[in-house]
């Protein structure tokens, strides 16, 4: 019964500890500013739009020439 105890003990304490270095390192990190945040988040939206135009395109030529096929 002790035995079990201390198994409960030392994953309630590598739990913890396991909380306590992942907040130690969240507070490592640097943070983007908000500038660079929408700048960045800007560049995902264009180049997003951008693949979806090409994309859109390509599938289109595709669709073509397979119709041309088919007939």
Excluded: C
Aim: charged share 25%.
């Amino acid at each position: 019964m002790a035995q079990k105890q201390k198994q409960a003990r030392k994953k309630e304490n590598r739990l913890v500890r396991y909380l306590k270095e992942t907040r130690a390192e969240i507070g490592k990190v640097v943070w983007p500013t908000r500038k660079q945040t929408i700048h960045l988040t800007a560049i995902v939206f264009g180049v997003t739009a951008a693949m979806s135009v090409v994309l859109g395109f390509l599938d289109w030529v595709f669709a073509r020439l397979f119709g041309l096929l088919i007939r």
